[in-house]
């Protein structure tokens, strides 16, 4: 391996999180080249010198302050076991799986949508007692029941609201 | 580390049965590494104190929904994160010119550790050393906020992969890629330092 492949993996080989494969291609490399040695030295000396770096200590009142702050506080009661189960579902990790899920989805649906296109067509054909045919039946129901009872408010949309065609043998009985 | 785990999960335990002494305790076993962590990313001061505080304060009010299976270093250290890039985003907006954060940050950062006597060295170290610390802190401060979170969760507050895995929420391969930039960057920027065998 060249020292570009070799100079990223340094990191994690100091902390010996390689595979057991790569592990062996750094050491192997390393035994040859003495710039990949000397950035793991420098990188080993800057892990130790962050690992000793001075550590901050809160001041002395730190422990009163907060007491006084938490007296004033109780804790939340658990949250419902569905939130909890909902916000593990959507945490930001799954969201391209959610993604891919969606569109997925959305894709089936318009192949369902599609396909069933040409299926309403042969069913309008083959059975004639359809809509169209219906309202072009209430058209004539219409003309005959208001010729009969001229005030009576018949529209389209009443009759059609009576597909069984109770109308139109109210107007044969009035006939 | 089990051992540890073990008496986290009691410590717990005893919390969400509104036991007030028990989360006395969580506060003084974590509040140093909490407030230390929270100092390496804002930057020392009163306001990394508060937020100390209200990383304890918001551990408090949610402890009965803690889950075991986070461990309380990790959901502390989370709770930290989450609370330092709030307040970063609220300082960028509300101060449209801000004085670099490092500049001002570097000089109380003087003031502390001038109160941590150190006598593994003779004074010439000590002022080399103080130099080194100061740099370091500025290199950290400088870093982006994602690299940073990485290598001081790592490196200084001594955090397993899988355990900053589960507070940035991100695959494995992301985190060492990030530690690996951060630990990079930090290494040219003090390079001088290093070449001249501290």
Same mark, same amino acid.
């Given at each position: 391996m060249k020292c570009d492949k070799i100079q990223p993996m340094l990191s994690a080989f100091i902390d010996n999180a390689l595979?057991?494969?790569?592990?062996?291609?750094?050491?192997?490399?390393?035994?040859?080249?003495?710039?990949?040695?000397?950035?793991?030295?420098? /990188?080993?000396?800057?892990?130790?010198?962050?690992?000793?770096?001075? %550590?901050?200590?809160?001041?002395?009142?730190?422990?009163?302050?907060?007491?006084?702050?938490?007296?004033?506080l109780q804790p939340k009661p658990d949250r419902l076991m569905w939130i909890k189960g909902l916000s593990r579902m959507f945490r930001p990790r799954l969201l391209p799986a959610w993604g891919a899920a969606s569109i997925l989805g959305i894709v089936l649906? /318009? /192949?369902?949508?599609?396909?069933?296109?040409?299926?309403?067509?042969?069913? /309008?054909?083959?059975?004639? %007692?359809?809509?169209a045919n219906f309202v072009q039946q209430a058209k004539v129901q219409n003309m005959a029941f208001s010729?009969?009872?001229?005030?009576?408010?018949?529209?389209?949309?009443?009759l059609s609201a009576h597909p069984s065609g109770q109308l139109g043998s109210n107007a044969n009985a009035s006939e | 580390m089990t051992a540890v785990s073990n008496a986290d999960t009691s410590l717990i335990l005893r919390c969400q049965d509104n036991d007030a002494a028990a989360f006395n305790e969580i506060v003084a076993r974590y509040k140093n590494r909490v407030y230390n962590y929270i100092c390496r990313t804002v930057g020392p001061g009163a306001d990394a104190e508060d937020l100390t505080q209200e990383t304890f304060i918001r551990a408090y009010m949610n402890i009965k929904s803690f889950q075991s299976r986070a461990t309380l270093n990790t959901w502390l250290f989370r709770i930290a994160t989450n609370i330092c890039i709030d307040h970063?985003?609220?300082? =960028?907006? #509300?101060?449209?010119?801000?004085?670099?954060?490092?500049?001002?940050?570097?000089?109380?950062?003087?003031?502390?550790?001038?109160?941590?006597?150190?006598?593994?060295?003779?004074?010439?170290?000590?002022l080399l050393t103080k130099e080194l610390n100061k740099e370091?802190? =500025?290199?950290?401060?400088?870093?982006?906020? =994602?690299?940073?979170?990485?290598?001081?969760?790592?490196?200084?507050?001594?955090?397993?992969?899988?355990? #900053?895995?589960?507070?940035?929420?991100?695959?494995?391969?992301?985190? =060492?890629?990030?530690?690996?930039?951060?630990?990079?960057? #930090?290494r040219k920027k003090i390079s001088h330092y290093l070449?001249?065998?501290v």
């Open positions: 595979s057991a494969r790569d592990t062996w291609e750094v050491d192997r490399h390393l035994a040859e080249c003495h710039e990949c040695q000397r950035s793991l030295n420098e /990188m080993k000396r800057t892990i130790k010198l962050l690992h000793d770096i001075s %550590a901050f200590e809160v001041s002395a009142d730190f422990d009163a302050k907060l007491q006084t702050k938490l007296s004033e649906v /318009m /192949m369902v949508f599609f396909n069933q296109k040409p299926i309403r067509t042969v069913n /309008m054909n083959t059975f004639p %007692a359809t809509e010729a009969v009872n001229p005030l009576e408010d018949v529209s389209i949309a009443n | 970063q985003r609220k300082v =960028k907006r #509300i101060q449209s010119n801000i004085v670099p954060l490092q500049r001002e940050d570097a000089d109380n950062e003087e003031d502390v550790q001038m109160d941590i006597p150190d006598t593994r060295y003779n004074p010439e170290d000590m370091l802190s =500025k290199a950290l401060l400088d870093l982006p906020e =994602k690299l940073r979170t990485v290598i001081l969760l790592h490196d200084i507050e001594g955090l397993a992969y899988e355990e #900053i895995m589960e507070i940035v929420d991100c695959p494995l391969g992301t985190v =060492k890629s990030r530690l690996f930039n951060a630990r990079q960057t #930090i070449n001249s065998s």
